[in-house]
């Protein structure tokens, strides 16, 4: 604890370190901040100065293969001795050999995202003595995930970037945090302030995870311009992705309105348009919709091309002004949250 405390001040990071202990312990670290995990974005850099600072780093494996994700990993574990994760996509062709690898390189925790994780994977990775954590996106897949032997949860709310699910976090925190108590819940989804996560905690949750404020962060390796576009934006450009036609769904995506955005709508249109007109099987127009945004997300944060790549980003990314440390960052939500407690005892 910081020796410059207040008696009040210090009275307030005793009542934060017991709010988020069941977080902290679950994580093995100083404060209960997971890092999201966002493909190009969360890689060993990023990864190991969350870790280091106090929170908890997650490698986004996204379409890495076996031996690329081996080396992200000890290239990680190069950077830091503190914990850290690794998130895998449980569509990948390779999990069995993914967990395989978290498992040899002795990562302690591995995330299981976008969708359900398989049977054999949940036991693959309880049995090699690593803690398994899941999203929930509803209560009765949050008791489902609970009865499979998941050991925590993140519930994530649709104000989130990246692929998003239809239900805000103020809803999904009061639906699932009063129900589930065998694992921690961390929360996720719009949270750029230490006020936010201190009402979750208070809510029941043990912890809450931030990828937007992190992915302009002063370690990370997206693009100056893809950093310079967060600083600028404000929360409402921030927006899902549109679909245009319900016979061709769209994943709903949340990122920047740009150039893309808005040539990906006029992009559907000329695709139905070639549908009806018979140029184009359903299966062929679904998939001309679906490999528009290919690479797109690689030429937004490595190339810096935000007017035409992909900018996901979550609706907290209008509380991203400036690039900062990593530590600062963390320091910064600490110093809210305490400030807060602080506050209410007119301290």
């Given amino acids: 604890m910081p020796a410059d405390l207040s008696p009040s001040e210090a009275t307030s990071r005793a009542e934060l370190e017991r709010l988020w202990a069941r977080g902290t312990a679950f994580l ?3 404060v209960a901040i ?16 969350i870790s280091n600072a106090g929170g908890f780093g997650v490698i986004a494996c996204g379409s890495m293969g076996p031996d690329l994700l081996a080396k992200e990993i000890a290239g990680t574990q190069a950077l830091t001795d503190k914990p850290f994760g690794v998130n895998l996509i449980t569509m990948h062709p ?3 050999d993914l967990i395989r690898v978290c498992l040899e390189a002795k990562v302690g925790h591995v995330v299981l995202a976008g969708g359900i994780p398989p049977g054999g994977a949940v036991r693959a990775v309880k049995d090699g003595g690593a803690r398994l954590i899941a999203f929930a996106p509803a209560l009765v897949l949050a008791k489902r ?25 103020t809803v999904l925190a009061q639906e699932i945090l009063p129900h589930i108590r065998e694992v921690p819940v961390f929360v996720a989804g719009g949270i750029g302030r230490g006020e936010a996560i201190l009402a979750y905690l208070e809510m029941g949750a043990s912890g809450a995870q931030l990828g937007t404020r992190f992915a302009a962060a002063a370690e990370s390796i ?25 016979r061709f769904p769209v994943i ?23 549908f009806q007109a018979g140029e184009l099987t359903k299966e062929q127009a679904q998939l001309e919709i679906e490999h528009f945004w290919a690479g797109a997300l690689r030429r937004a944060v490595i190339d810096g091309d935000v ?41």
């Fill in 252 to 274: 709903p995506v949340r990122g920047l309105v740009n150039e893309g955005t808005k040539r990906f709508l006029r992009h559907q249109a000329e695709t139905r348009d070639r």
């Fill in 145 to 169: 995930l609970v009865r499979s032997g998941v050991d925590a949860l993140v519930i994530e709310g649709s104000e989130a970037g990246g692929h998003i699910g239809p239900v805000s976090l």
């Fill in 94 to 96: 390779q999990l069995d």
């Fill in 28 to 30: 093995g670290t100083r």
């Fill in 34 to 49: 997971l890092g999201g995990a966002m493909s190009w974005v969360s890689e060993r850099h990023l990864v190991a100065a």
């Fill in 307 to 347: 007017e035409n790549g992909s900018v996901m980003a979550g609706q907290s990314v209008g509380m991203v002004t400036e690039e900062q440390p990593t530590e600062a960052i963390i320091t910064d939500l600490v110093a809210q949250a305490v400030a807060a407690l602080t506050a209410r005892r007119g301290g």
């Fill in 222 to 246: 997206a693009h100056a311009a893809f950093k310079r576009a967060f600083i600028r934006a404000a929360a409402r450009d921030a927006l899902p992705s549109v679909q245009l036609d319900e």
